[in-house]
C-alpha cells in the first residue's frame, strides 16, 4: 500500500505509510499524540474523536503515548492497520486532511513517559575501542563480555526531547578539581521502548509482545568525570546530566524488513539469551557536528541484540513498566569514520576532526550542535525514517559553579 496521490508524497520518501511513527505535539494542556506522514502530523486524538478511528479505549487521547504503548500489540496492529488506510485511500482525504498539522508548525514534546532508563555497551568495536582508551594496559574486551549484555541503569528523570539544550555538567575532574567538563563528548544509540510491562523474566522470543517501538537515543557523556567516578560501579554522574531522544517512536513492525541476522556469537550463549531467530536491525546512523557529516554508525553490526538485551534485563526477575528505555549502547563499527562518539572518532583528541566551517574539534565547544539521523530499508523498497536527535551544548547553569 502506498500513501495516496493527494498527500504528494516521493516513492522514497522516509516518512511514507510504511513508516508511521508516532509522537506527542504541542504545550501544557495542550498536547496530543500524534502520527507522522511526510511532514504533517495526524492528530490522532482528533481522529478517534471524530470515529475514524476505534481504538478500544482511550488509548490515543492522551498528552503522551504511554496508554497507547501499554494497549499491547494487538491494538497497535489495529490502529497501524486503520492509519495506513486512512492515509491512503482517496475517499478519506475528506475527513483526514483537516486533521493534519505541518512538522514545521508544532512544538514536538517527549513522547512518552520514560519510567526506567538503562543503557547497555552493545558494539563490540565500542567497547573493545573504549577498553583501549580507558585502561590502556589492560586486555580491552573485559572477561564478561561476550558471556552477557553488559548494561547500567541510567537516570530516567533526566532524558529530555530532542532540540532541548543541553547544559556542560560541573563535577570533579580529578582528585581536588571540580569545574566544567573540559571533555563532553556523545554517544550515538538505538533506543527500544518497552510498552506491554512485565513482572519477571522476558524470553528473548518474546521481545515483540512487549517492545513498542525505538528511538535515536543521544547518551552524552563528560569523559572527564566519567574516568574519574567509575570504577568500581560504573558510569554515574558522567551521563546522568541529560539523555536526548528523538521525538519520533518508530514501531517495531515499521522495522520488519530491515531485519538481518545477528552476528556470530562466540563462545555460545546461555539457553535464555539463544533466539528461535537472532535477528538485528539494519539501521543506519548519521552523526553530524555543527553541520559537518562526521561518522556513520552501522547498528545492524551490534553485537547483542535489542530482544537479548530485554531477555537479560528481566533474567533475575526485575520487573519492567511501560516506558522503560534501554539503549543500545554507543553505535560504533569497524571503521574510524563508523565510530558512535568523539572520544572514538577523534581518537581522545589526538586526530581531530575538521568540520566545513574550517575549525577543528576533539570534544564539543560551548554552542556546538550535534544532530544524530537514521535511516533503516522498509518494504517495496521504501526508506524508515527516524528523523533526528539534536541537542546544542550551553554554558553550566550558574547553580553547578558554586564548587564545593
Ligand atoms: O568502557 C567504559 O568504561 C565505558 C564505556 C562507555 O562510556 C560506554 C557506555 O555508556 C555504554 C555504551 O554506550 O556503549
Ligand atoms: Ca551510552
Ligand atoms: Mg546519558
Given at each position: 500500500m502506498s500513501a495516496a496521490v493527494w498527500l504528494g508524497l516521493a516513492d522514497d520518501?522516509?516518512?511514507?505509510?510504511?513508516n508511521?511513527?508516532?509522537?506527542?505535539?504541542?504545550?501544557?494542556?495542550?498536547?496530543?499524540?500524534?502520527?507522522?506522514i511526510g511532514d504533517r502530523i495526524l492528530n490522532l486524538a482528533a481522529a478517534e474523536g471524530r470515529g475514524l478511528i476505534e481504538a478500544g479505549g482511550a488509548f490515543l487521547g492522551q498528552p503522551t503515548l504511554s496508554r497507547f504503548m501499554a494497549a499491547g500489540r494487538?491494538?497497535?496492529?489495529?490502529?497501524?492497520?486503520?492509519?495506513?488506510?486512512?492515509?491512503?485511500?482517496?475517499?478519506?482525504?475528506?475527513?483526514?486532511e483537516p486533521l493534519l498539522v505541518p512538522v514545521a508548525d508544532v512544538r514536538l514534546a517527549l513522547p512518552f513517559e520514560v519510567a526506567d532508563y538503562v543503557d547497555f555497551y552493545s558494539s563490540l568495536e565500542h567497547a573493545t575501542n573504549?577498553?583501549?582508551l580507558f585502561r590502556p594496559d589492560g586486555e580491552p574486551l573485559l572477561p564478561n563480555w561476550r558471556h552477557l549484555p553488559v548494561g547500567y541503569h541510567g537516570r530516567a528523570g533526566t532524558v529530555v526531547v530532542s532540540g532541548t539544550e543541553v547544559p556542560r555538567p560541573c563535577g570533579q575532574r580529578r582528585a581536588g578539581d571540580f569545574g566544567p567538563s573540559a571533555r563532553l563528548d556523545i554517544e550515538a544509540e538505538v533506543g527500544f521502548v518497552v510498552g506491554v510491562p512485565s513482572q519477571g523474566?522476558?524470553?528473548?522470543?518474546?521481545?515483540?509482545?512487549?517492545?513498542?517501538?525505538?528511538?535515536?537515543?543521544?547518551?552524552?557523556?563528560?569523559?572527564?568525570?566519567?574516568?574519574?567516578?567509575?570504577?568500581?560501579?560504573?558510569?554515574?554522574?558522567?551521563?546522568?546530566?541529560?539523555?536526548s531522544i528523538s521525538p519520533w517512536v518508530v514501531p517495531l513492525d515499521a522495522l520488519d524488513a530491515a531485519r538481518v541476522p545477528g552476528p556470530p556469537q562466540e563462545p555460545g550463549v546461555l539457553p535464555y539469551l539463544a533466539a528461535g531467530e537472532h535477528y538485528g536491525y539494519d539501521i543506519g546512523l548519521e552523526v553530524s557536528w555543527n553541520g559537518t557529516l562526521v561518522s556513520r554508525p552501522p547498528f545492524g553490526g551490534m553485537y547483542w541484540t535489542p530482544a537479548q538485551q530485554l531477555a537479560h534485563m528481566t533474567v533475575n526477575g526485575?520487573?519492567?513498566?511501560?516506558?522503560?528505555?534501554?539503549a543500545s549502547?554507543?553505535?560504533?563499527?569497524p571503521q574510524i569514520?563508523?565510530?558512535?562518539?568523539?572520544?572514538?572518532?577523534?581518537?581522545?583528541?589526538?586526530?581531530?576532526?575538521?568540520?566545513?566551517?574550517g575549525t577543528t574539534r576533539s570534544f564539543l565547544l560551548d554552542g556546538d550542535t550535534v544532530a544524530i539521523s537514521a535511516t533503516a530499508p522498509g518494504p517495496g523498497g521504501s526508506r524508515i525514517g527516524f528523523g533526528e536527535v539534536i541537542g546544542t551544548i550551553g554554558c553550566e547553569s550558574a547553580g553547578d559553579r558554586r564548587s564545593p
Open positions: 520518501d522516509p516518512f511514507g505509510v510504511e508511521l511513527p508516532y509522537c506527542a505535539f504541542g504545550q501544557d494542556r495542550f498536547r496530543w499524540t500524534g502520527v507522522r494487538p491494538v497497535w496492529t489495529r490502529v497501524r492497520e486503520r492509519l495506513a488506510e486512512l492515509l491512503s485511500a482517496a475517499r478519506y482525504r475528506e475527513s483526514v573504549l577498553g583501549k523474566a522476558v524470553a528473548v522470543d518474546d521481545f515483540r509482545e512487549h517492545v513498542f517501538g525505538a528511538v535515536l537515543v543521544n547518551d552524552w557523556s563528560a569523559r572527564d568525570l566519567q574516568a574519574w567516578e567509575y570504577q568500581p560501579l560504573g558510569p554515574f554522574l558522567g551521563k546522568s546530566f541529560r539523555t526485575a520487573w519492567t513498566r511501560t516506558g522503560d528505555l534501554y549502547g554507543t553505535v560504533s563499527g569514520e563508523q565510530t558512535g562518539s568523539f572520544i572514538e572518532r577523534t581518537w581522545n583528541g589526538a586526530r581531530p576532526v575538521l568540520l566545513d566551517d
